[in-house]
């Protein structure tokens, strides 16, 4: 599986929306999870929401309500659509992608994924 390829960041008031997007070469449909995850500086990467190939879909608390995550397998795609952003969510934002989890692995455990992206930068000024 080629890498994801991330994109759609940028820079935004707080209080405003922001979409990304994800390029999945080897398929949507192939990977038994696909994710966003971020980074701020200075801390761990970190999940924000994952979908399933079920369509499951699992959210870190601190985006439930505002991300909405979704995935276009017709055009390999996968999306994060970010509103009431806030100035904590400013981070490089990743998509991940992982065909099976290791026994007793978790979706929002970085390590569980094999394929990344390069990042895309979401700034959200107060």
């Known amino acids: 599986q080629v890498q994801p390829v991330a994109s759609g960041g940028g820079s935004v008031e707080a209080g405003g929306s922001l979409g990304l997007s994800c390029a999945v070469p080897?398929?949507?449909?192939?990977?038994?999870?696909l994710g966003w995850f971020r980074q701020a500086p200075g801390k761990e990467r970190e999940a924000v929401a994952v979908?399933?190939?079920?369509?499951?879909?699992y959210y870190a608390d601190s985006v439930k309500g505002r991300f909405t995550i979704s995935q276009d397998n017709a055009v390999n795609t996968l999306y994060l659509q970010m509103n009431s952003l806030k100035p904590e969510d400013t981070a490089m934002y990743y998509c991940?992608?992982?065909?099976?989890?290791?026994?007793?692995?978790?979706?929002?455990?970085?390590?569980?994924?094999?394929?990344w992206g390069q990042g895309t930068q979401v700034t959200v000024s107060s």
């Open positions: 991940a992608a992982t065909p099976y989890f290791s026994y007793g692995g978790n979706w929002y455990e970085v390590g569980e994924y094999n394929y």
């Open positions: 979908i399933y190939t079920d369509g499951s879909i």
């Open positions: 080897g398929g949507t449909s192939g990977s038994h999870c």
